[in-house]
């Protein structure tokens, strides 16, 4: 940069000599008298007279001014008379023409230039500002990071900020533009350890995300909690559910090694932590306590994982809880090869609810509600109940996480699913609880069930179907050694897993009570004792007859159970049912199923049998004398029966058990050998009972002449199935006696095999 010379002000030339002065000789007067008056002339005699003056003075000299001597000019040697030289723009040296700044300076703009460039990327970078939690102290913060505080006072030299309650500091300098209360981001500029304070600064930064920094302090498992009570402790899990209460918001939080209860309070009824929501994976740092029986923590702090431990976290979580998941080896309770086809499916099954419940799922249970569902029912209600409650640590575990809810139809419903799913999806709104597990006992694998299962499939809600009943034509087939070892039916489309005798070669007699009560066993074999009886009593509810149903039977008898009273078992329950309709009536159950309240079991069984019988005689007093009996030319023994003209209504038994008492007393006159079919009708419905003889002889099939009714009556809207020799059938009314002509001819039409 080019400037004035310093030496020579920019006139180029310097003194570099002196010499006597030519106009006083060296003297410095002038050689002239000087005339004063000449000076003074027009100036009055009184200011005149104030000079001290002669007529006659000495003179300076005007050349040298009184010195004798003049200056001798010379180039000045600084800027080589040019009077300007070069200078560093920054300090001033003098430099090279060519340069316009010195080197040293040249690498100052250089450090300067990249702090600038980094001081734009950091702000248009997104940074990291921390919160502490309020167990942090100073040993816990550090001068590279940003932190989030918040005003608490303001002073003349400063403000004061408060990062929580263990550590604060001032922010020094102008703070007129902030208040008390205001959050501001600041950096720690000096850290005063032994006055527990610290200085900061504010940080201006646009983009952040704000991460809550917690205690350092090492990871402890959920299952290792009864050793850390009073003790500060941090676990990391994933959330399982949030239930708001009138006073703290109680987070369900697993990891790997168990399930434990969070109890945070900000105020009475108000949701904390409302950034985090259900299926997140956070840390918590609370204090280990007890709470109605049970560990608690009392939460200080809470904040979510970072994307990468979230990973590694379910990770972990996940193979931890598919061990935990996996069943024991157990053996059936019975000898069947159906079983041991059927093993490997039934594993799976088990291996899915106790997933479900370790996963903190609810368990939705359906079952038809007869004697063989509710027997299913029930045993599978006996095995999971401890095991919700062993891992949970509500106390009202078995409510949360268990609802049992019979099926008035033998298929899964549009009624039974919209009411599951609203049930199931105003649990998750209300008490922050998962989607839940579905598991369909004796129903689910019929085509009358897909409707209802794609519906509970659009919100990806896990499946489980153990049934009996006729899954309808076996798309794909797995054959090993001439057996079918597998297959797949239209439902698989929309179940996750599917147990079926129908899939591995076997047939409905292997009833759902039965294959439930193993599932039940291998999922919690402890029940074993308490359950083993009921896969008789569903067998005799359900007129089964197989060689598993005789093993069952005498591992019923030993419990001491006869036959007779197995028998008067199934039919109390089928009584009880009907008038509980919807309600599960476990205690109820419970007691006329021997598996609670034994005690009471006998004085049950023998008031409601009683009334079993007086009801059954009434209803088939009025009935029998009404039946139609036709031997049909084909050698099939056919009755007709009009249940809506001539039965007891609204009453038990119901149509459909009042043919089935009908069928039994006729089978009684002719013997169970003949091809004998009842049909008990009313205006739109009808219900099938037919013997095995007719199905073996002829191929009855319940659902066949369903399907074949169908196509034939078009406009009749048909509907139902069920198994080979029991089902039901629905139609308008207005057809209803062109269907019921349609049914004879199918029937009339059937030839020996």
């Given at each position: ?37 000449n ?10 007279a ?34 300007q ?62 932190y ?20 604060w ?11 008390v ?9 000096a ?20 991460i ?20 500060i402790v ?14 703290p ?14 109890a ?7 949701r ?20 109605g ?43 069947s ?79 039974d699913v ?100 193993e ?19 569903a067998?005799?509810?359900?007129h ?103 039965a ?51 191929g ?31 139609y ?22």
């Amino acid at each position: 940069m080019k400037t004035k010379c310093p030496k020579c002000k920019g006139i180029g030339s310097v003194v570099v000599d002196y010499k006597e002065c030519d106009a006083c000789g060296g003297t410095g007067y002038e050689d002239d008298a000087f005339d004063v008056g000449n000076h003074f002339k027009g100036v009055n005699n009184k200011a005149k007279a104030k000079f001290d003056l002669g007529a006659e003075q000495d003179v300076p000299c005007e050349t040298c001014n009184g010195k004798g001597q003049v200056e001798v000019y010379g180039e000045c040697p600084h800027c080589g008379g040019t009077g300007q030289i070069n200078v560093c723009r920054d300090c001033g040296k003098l430099i090279d023409e060519k340069y316009d700044v010195c080197p040293d300076c040249e690498e100052k703009r250089k450090v300067e230039k990249m702090k600038h460039d980094e001081y734009i990327a950091r702000q248009n970078q997104v940074r990291d500002v921390y919160i502490l939690d309020s167990l942090c102290n100073m040993r816990d913060i550090d001068k590279d990071k940003l932190y989030k505080g918040k005003i608490t006072r303001i002073e003349r030299y400063g403000a004061f900020v408060t990062l929580n309650n263990n550590v604060w500091g001032l922010m020094r300098g102008d703070v007129s533009e902030y208040n008390v209360g205001d959050e501001v981001i600041v950096f720690i500029t000096a850290i005063k350890s032994r006055e527990n304070k610290i200085d900061l600064a504010p940080a201006y930064v646009d983009k952040y995300r704000l991460i809550r920094l917690t205690k350092s302090i090492p990871r402890t498992l959920i299952g290792k909690l009864e050793e850390k009570k009073g003790k500060i402790v941090r676990i990391d899990g994933e959330v399982q559910q949030i239930q708001q209460t009138s006073g703290p918001t109680i987070f369900i939080i697993n990891d790997e090694s168990g399930v434990t209860e969070i109890a945070a309070f900000d105020k009475a009824g108000e949701r904390s932590y409302p950034e985090i929501e259900l299926g997140d994976a956070v840390q918590v740092i609370g204090e280990v306590n007890e709470h109605g029986g049970k560990t608690q923590i009392e939460s200080s702090s809470m904040a979510k994982l970072s994307e990468e431990n979230t990973r590694k976290l379910r990770a972990l979580i996940d193979d931890a809880l598919n061990k935990r998941a996996e069943p024991e080896d157990v053996d059936f309770l019975v000898k069947s090869d159906v079983l041991n086809r059927l093993k490997p499916k039934m594993r799976e099954a088990a291996r899915k609810i106790r997933r479900a419940i370790l996963d903190g799922r609810t368990i939705l249970l359906r079952h038809h509600n007869d004697a063989d569902g509710i027997c299913a029912g029930v045993a599978m209600e006996k095995a999971l109940i401890p095991l919700i409650e062993e891992i949970n640590p509500s106390n009202d575990a078995q409510y949360y996480y268990f609802k049992r809810s019979p099926s008035k139809a033998p298929f899964y419903e549009l009624e039974d699913v919209v009411k599951d799913l609203s049930f199931a999806l105003e649990d998750q709104e209300r008490h922050g609880q998962k989607l839940p597990l579905i598991v369909l006992l004796d129903n689910g694998s019929t085509e009358e069930d897909i409707v209802a299962l794609m519906q509970a499939k659009i919100y990806d809600i896990e499946i489980v179907v153990i049934d009996h009943h006729s899954p309808g034509e076996l798309l794909t087939k797995e054959i090993i050694d001439g057996e079918i070892v597998g297959a797949t039916v239209a439902v698989d489309e929309f179940v996750d897993t599917h147990v079926n005798p129908y899939l591995v070669g076997g047939d409905s007699q292997l009833t759902a009570g039965a294959l439930a009560t193993e599932v039940a066993h291998i999922i919690n074999p402890s029940v074993e004792g308490l359950i083993k009886h009921l896969p008789a009593v569903a067998a005799l509810g359900d007129h089964a007859e197989s060689g598993e149903v005789y093993q069952y039977l005498e591992l019923a008898a030993e419990k001491g159970f006869s036959k007779d009273h197995l028998a008067q078992i199934a039919e109390c329950v089928d009584f009880e049912a009907y008038f509980l309709r919807f309600m599960n009536g476990r205690g109820i159950m419970d007691t006329i199923l021997a598996v609670d309240n034994l005690d009471k079991h006998e004085k049950m069984i023998n008031a409601l049998y009683k009334e079993y019988l007086k009801r059954v005689d009434t209803q088939l007093k009025a009935a029998l004398p009404n039946i139609q009996k036709t031997q049909l030319e084909n050698g099939i023994y056919f009755n007709l029966m009009d249940v809506e003209k001539y039965a007891h209504k609204f009453t038990f038994p119901a149509p459909g058990k009042t043919c089935g008492f009908v069928h039994d007393r006729i089978i009684r006159e002719l013997g169970d050998d003949k091809p004998i079919v009842t049909l008990g009708h009313g205006p739109d419905f009808g219900v099938f009972r037919a013997t095995d003889a007719v199905n073996e002889e002829y191929g009855f099939n319940v659902n066949d002449i369903v399907s074949n009714l169908a196509k034939k009556v078009p406009s009749a809207g048909i509907d139902g199935g069920g198994h080979e020799c029991a089902g039901s059938i629905k139609y308008i009314e207005g057809l209803g006696e062109e269907v019921l002509s349609e049914i004879v001819k199918e029937i009339e039409n059937m030839s020996k095999n």
